[in-house]
T-cell receptor, first 116, second 114 residues
Framework: AQKVTQAQTEISVVEKEDVTLDCVYE???????LFWYKQPPSGELVFLIR??????QNEISGRYSWNFQKSTSSFNFTITASQVVDSAVYFC?????????????FGAGTRLAVHP | DAGVTQSPTHLIKTRGQQVTLRCSPK?????VSWYQQALGQGPQFIFQ???????QRGNFPDRFSGHQYPNYSSELNVNALLLGDSALYLC?????????????FGPGTRLTVT
């Protein structure tokens, strides 16, 4: 079975603080993909990043960075110097061969509130 | 370039009624997936349509059915509505079925069952 766990339900920070959102996944697939999506109050899920199971290189995109560690089945997301516009619900998701690569398995999400 | 669009935005129905939700994929996309997102939870996969056929289905009862038209637009139908069907229904489109093409999500339809 495939599963994604986001243990942090809500995080509250003050602007300019760094914040890390945790994601732990379970899968028996050797080939799988991991994703992060942002859901602002408007409701639309915004794609942030995709990482395949064979690429453990960390990635940085502006203030965003991702740390993928297969040894601990984690795919954590860090926002550096957070801004009020980062306030949203963030979802980690998994997509693997056993799921036919057709469906995304989402975690429960982490609500991030960035205060001025 | 139009993104994924969904209609209606909000809908209120009574238990036992039937509802149809609509989705137009992003221009050029041929695959449509539907997800149900209950309040405070992550989206759950309902099913995916490609080439007008249901390719894969999540753990949802037969009350949930769908259709894809030749222009790739899609409908989600839910029969015999239950209070528990109240949720945000998200449509996602991609270029082809598979993991290498990210799914683009629409704004969703908020369904309330009373």
């Amino acid at each position: 079975a495939q599963k994604v766990t986001q243990a942090q339900t809500e995080i509250s920070v003050v602007e300019k603080e760094d914040v890390t959102l945790d994601c732990v996944y379970e899968t028996r697939d050797t080939t799988y993909y991991l994703f992060w999506y942002k859901q602002p109050p408007s409701g639309e899920l915004v794609f942030l990043i995709r990482r395949n199971s064979f690429d453990e290189q960390n990635e940085i995109s502006g203030r965003y960075s991702w740390n993928f560690q297969k040894s601990t089945s984690s795919f954590n997301f860090t926002i550096t110097a957070s801004q009020v516009v980062d306030s949203a619900v963030y979802f980690c998701a998994l997509n693997g061969l056993s799921g036919g690569y057709n469906k995304l398995i989402f975690g429960a999400g982490t609500r991030l509130a960035v205060h001025p | 370039d139009a993104g994924v669009t969904q209609s209606p935005t909000h809908l209120i129905k009574t238990r036992g009624q039937q509802v149809t939700l609509r989705c137009s994929p992003k221009s050029g996309h041929d695959t449509v997936s539907w997800y149900q997102q209950a309040l405070g939870q992550g989206p759950q996969f309902i099913f995916q349509y490609y080439e007008e056929e249901e390719r894969q289905r999540g753990n949802f009862p037969d009350r949930f059915s769908g259709h894809q038209y030749p222009n790739y637009s899609s409908e989600l139908n839910v029969n015999a509505l239950l209070l528990g069907d109240s949720a945000l229904y998200l449509c996602a489109s991609s270029l082809v079925a598979g993991p290498t093409y990210e799914q683009y999500f629409g704004p969703g339809t908020r369904l309330t069952v009373t």
